[in-house]
């Protein structure tokens, strides 16, 4: 089955530690992106890959990096500069421009809590 | 900053009864827009997309389009309790750096009450 998945689902962090949430797809999509869910603020844009080797800042970019060496993965490490980690991280993908509507497709999410 | 609002809510609405859910955006650009259905502690799930002024359905699901408000609404007839979860709203960029990207509302938490 065709599909994104991330992991860890759940994930306890002590402050001054980085953590490194995984996202695997399937699905052949050339677009990847993070985005970062608190209660009653959204989703909002960390970062988002188009391509493999490129990437570009979402909207709250600071404190947290990514990679895209392969069309597969596009990890995201929260790192000790991100002040307010706590959130639910969702990681998504989308088909190329021209080929759907541009519809995101989401994996299940990863639930960071920093103790 | 493309802006994207939605009905503050929480809403609630009896079963059987019909829910509104609305949305508005900034950018008169925009052309694609979707609704997700997010139930608690899980992730968003597409129930439908509408890029063409007036009205799409989908089983008990209207979705209606108004470039020229720039707004766009999500009917559900017969609310179920499994109705019951936070409803976002999202349109597309559409030029540059914003191509492709999806812009979302905070969200519009439903509960269908028996």
């Known amino acids: 089955d065709g599909g994104i998945t991330q992991s860890p689902k759940y994930l306890f962090r002590k402050e001054g530690q980085n953590v490194t949430l995984s996202c695997e797809q399937n699905l052949n999509h050339d677009a990847m992106y993070w985005y970062r869910q608190d209660p009653g603020q959204g989703l909002r844009l960390i970062y988002y890959s188009q391509i493999v080797n490129d990437f570009q800042k979402g909207d709250i970019a600071e404190g947290y990096s990514v990679s895209r060496e392969k069309k597969e993965s596009f990890p995201l490490t929260v790192t000790s500069a991100q002040k307010n980690p706590t959130a639910f991280y969702l990681c998504?993908?989308?088909?190329?421009?021209?080929?759907?509507?541009?519809?995101?497709?989401f994996g299940e999410g990863s639930r960071l809590t920093v103790l | 900053q493309k802006e994207v609002e939605q009905n503050s809510g929480p809403l609630s609405v009896p079963e059987g009864a019909i829910a509104s859910l609305n949305c508005t955006y900034s950018?008169?650009?925009?052309?694609?827009f979707f609704w997700y259905r997010q139930y608690s502690g899980k992730s968003p799930e597409l129930i439908m997309f509408i890029y063409s002024n007036g009205d799409k359905e989908d089983g008990r699901f209207t979705a209606q389009l108004n470039k020229a408000s720039q707004y766009v609404s999500l009917l559900i007839r017969d609310s179920q309790p499994s109705d019951s979860a936070t409803y976002l709203c999202?349109?597309?960029?559409?030029?540059?750096?914003?191509?492709?990207?999806?812009?979302f509302g905070r969200g519009t938490q439903l509960t269908v009450w028996p």
């Open positions: 998504a993908s989308s088909m190329p421009l021209g080929q759907g509507p541009g519809e995101l497709f």
């Open positions: 950018d008169r650009g925009s052309q694609s």
């Open positions: 999202a349109v597309n960029g559409d030029r540059g750096s914003t191509l492709g990207r999806l812009y």
